[in-house]
């Protein structure tokens, strides 16, 4: 079992940054691919990034590539997802998942744990 808590999440301007980070329970974290995922009122839960065990190869959604960066640290047991030139388009709860296994993937359902979610507000 895995427990996830995000914490980062804010009011900021467009254009301004936050840090998400998510914690994980367990001494096995390196073991889990980690997702960021967002949804914004009325819309589908979507993928933002994707890391995977290792943090050796990351994915990206495109509309936020060049913007966010996903990270880890397995000796804290903490995935990041640092978000610069924030949009009103970005605004939304975001949550960290983990999906048992070395590699990401893009599909919610593959993932096996999940956050309570940080919410995200970027004003205009």
């Known amino acids: 079992q895995v427990q996830l808590v995000e914490s980062g999440g804010g009011l900021v301007q467009a254009g301004g940054s936050l840090r998400l980070s998510c914690a994980a329970s367990?001494?096995?974290?390196?073991?889990?691919?980690m997702g960021w995922f967002r949804q914004a009122p009325g819309k589908e839960r979507e993928i933002v990034a994707a890391i995977s065990g290792n943090g050796g190869s990351t994915y990206y959604t495109s509309s936020v590539k060049g913007r966010f960066t996903i990270s880890r640290d397995n000796t804290k047991n903490t995935v990041y997802l640092q978000m610069n030139s924030l949009k009103p388009e970005d605004t939304a709860v975001y949550y960290c998942?983990?999906?048992?296994?070395?590699?990401?993937?893009?599909?919610?359902?593959?993932?096996?744990?999940w956050g309570q979610g940080t919410q995200v507000t970027v004003s205009s």
């Open positions: 367990g001494r096995t974290f390196s073991s889990y691919a």
């Open positions: 998942a983990a999906r048992g296994g070395l590699f990401w993937t893009v599909r919610m359902d593959q993932y096996d744990y």
